[in-house]
C-alpha cells in the first residue's frame, strides 16, 4: 500500500509527490518541521508541537500557510488516509519557491507544506530494560538550536556515527564538555542524590515536548527535576543516564562510548519514568487531544 502524502494542497501517492526544485527548503534548508506521535488514533501533545511549529516559523520570520484549523483537518486527513492508528505524523513547511538567491524573496511567497504518516509502534521496551548503548560527537551545529529547522546536517553526522558503532543515539558535547542533547531527543541525568537533571531550554537545545512532558510527570511523582547544564563527565559518573523524545518515548542509556553507566543496565527511575509516560500516552483525553 502506497503511503499517501498532503502536498501544497493535494493528497497524492507519496512515491509520486513531488516539490520544487527551487524551494527554499531543498537549497538553503529555509524550511522548519515537526514530529508528533499518533497512539491508538489519538495525538501526543499536539497543542504544544503547533505552539513549536509556530515559534520555529515566526523565528525565521516565515509564515504557516493555512490556519490551526484547516492544518488539523488536513492531519487527521493524512492520518486517515493512511489508515494510521499508531505511529508519526511529520510536518514540513518550507519559505516556499523562488529563484534562487541568499535573501528572502520580495513579495509574498506561499510557503510549501508537506504532511506524511507512518506507522511507527515506539522505541523498544526491550532495549529500555537493558538500557540503550549511546556514542558521544562534537556538538558543531549553529546557536539556534531552539528552532526546528531542516538544517540538520549536524545531527545526521552524529547520529551516522552512532549507527556506524551499533549505538542507539549520539549525546552531543560541547567543546567545554557540556552536554548539549543528542541528535534526535534530549538528554538527562540523575545523580546519586537522585535528582533528575536536564539542560535548561536555551538556544543551546531544541525544547523537547517529549522532555516537558516527562519533566511535569516526574515532579507529579515525587522527583526533584532541576534544569541546568551537564558534562559528559558528570553523565559517565550518574546513577543513571536517559533520553528523551517522540520517537524515543524514555529510553534508560546503559553505555556512553566504552564506559558502562550506572549498573550498566536500564537504570530504575528511568524505567520508572518510561512506565509512567507510557501510561500518560494510554491514558490522553481523545476528545481534547486535538484542541490547540
Ligand atoms: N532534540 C532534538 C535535536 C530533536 O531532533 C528532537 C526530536 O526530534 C528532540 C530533542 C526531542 O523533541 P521531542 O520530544 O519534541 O520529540
Request: hydrophobic content about 40%; proline content about 4%; cysteine-free.
Amino acid at each position: 500500500m502506497s503511503h499517501i502524502a498532503y502536498v501544497n494542497g493535494r493528497y497524492l501517492p507519496q512515491r509520486s509527490a513531488t516539490v520544487h526544485i527551487e524551494d527554499r527548503g531543498y537549497q538553503f534548508a529555509d524550511g522548519v518541521y515537526e514530529v508528533f506521535l499518533v497512539w491508538n488514533g489519538v495525538p501526543v501533545d499536539y497543542a504544544p508541537h503547533i505552539v513549536r511549529l509556530n515559534r520555529s516559523l515566526s523565528e525565521l520570520r516565515m509564515r504557516m500557510p493555512m490556519s490551526p484549523a484547516a492544518l488539523t483537518v488536513v492531519m487527521k486527513e493524512v492520518i486517515r488516509r493512511n489508515h494510521m492508528k499508531t505511529g508519526i505524523v511529520y510536518i514540513q513547511v518550507n519559505r516556499g519557491v523562488a529563484s534562487r538567491a541568499h535573501p528572502f524573496p520580495n513579495g509574498d511567497i506561499k510557503p510549501s507544506i508537506v504532511v506524511t504518516a507512518k506507522h511507527f509502534a515506539g522505541s523498544s521496551d526491550a532495549m529500555a530494560e537493558q538500557g540503550a548503548k549511546v556514542v558521544t560527537a562534537p556538538d558543531i551545529r549553529w546557536e539556534r538550536r531552539d528552532i526546528k529547522s531542516v538544517g540538520l546536517l549536524a545531527n545526521v553526522l552524529a547520529r551516522q556515527g552512532a549507527t556506524e558503532a551499533k549505538a542507539y543515539e549520539a549525546i552531543l558535547v560541547t567543546a567545554d564538555g557540556t552536554v548539549t542533547e543528542a541528535s534526535a531527543s534530549n538528554a538527562w541525568i540523575i545523580t546519586a542524590d537522585k535528582t533528575i537533571v536536564t539542560h535548561p531550554t536555551t538556544n543551546a537545545i531544541l525544547g523537547g515536548v517529549t522532555r516537558a512532558t516527562v519533566k511535569d510527570l516526574a515532579k507529579q511523582a515525587g522527583y526533584t527535576v532541576q534544569e541546568r547544564p551537564f558534562t559528559l563527565e558528570e553523565a559517565k559518573n550518574a546513577k543513571e543516564v536517559f533520553l528523551t523524545g517522540t520517537t524515543t518515548f524514555v529510553m534508560p542509556v546503559a553505555q556512553i562510548d566504552d564506559k558502562p553507566v550506572g549498573n550498566g543496565t536500564g537504570g530504575l527511575i528511568a524505567l520508572d519514568l518510561r512506565r509512567r509516560y507510557r501510561r500518560y500516552i494510554d491514558t490522553l483525553d481523545a476528545a481534547t487531544a486535538w484542541n490547540v
